[in-house]
């Protein structure tokens, strides 16, 4: 299981940290995703991060702006929001998928397995 949160009401400028915490399985085997949807709007990739945490890939509208960090320790995969725009408007999902190499970062939703609830981050100009 896969929960997100973290989400809140912020304005532009600010920042924001979500957390994914995962359960009942090796999280550490698990290469982990972001993704979000705004109103209106397709669901699209943010970033990711492979299941060694060696490698990250991220959207372009997010780099520079977003980080993506995990701690296997700790089950949970972070997403740190800096410089937040009102068009970052949207709910965040997180997803994990496994049997993967090292390397694995993927940018397609169909390509995730498990999927959390969302968290809401809404970003006011």
């Known amino acids: 299981q896969l929960q997100a949160y973290g989400g809140g009401l912020v304005q532009a400028g600010d920042s924001l940290r979500l957390s994914c915490a995962a359960s009942?399985?090796?999280?550490?085997?698990?290469?982990m995703g972001w993704f979000r949807q705004a109103p209106g709007k397709e669901r699209e990739f943010v970033g990711a991060?492979?299941?060694?945490?060696?490698?990250?890939c991220a959207a372009d509208f997010v780099k520079g702006r977003f980080t993506i960090t995990r701690d296997n320790a700790k089950n949970t995969v972070y997403l740190q929001m800096n410089s937040l725009k009102p068009e970052d408007t949207a709910v965040y999902h997180c997803a994990a998928d496994g049997g993967h190499l090292s390397g694995w970062c993927g940018r397609a939703a169909y390509e995730y397995t498990y999927w959390g609830q969302g968290t809401e981050v809404t970003v006011s100009s």
């Open positions: 009942g399985r090796i999280f550490s085997a698990y290469a």
């Open positions: 991060i492979s299941w060694s945490g060696d490698v990250t």
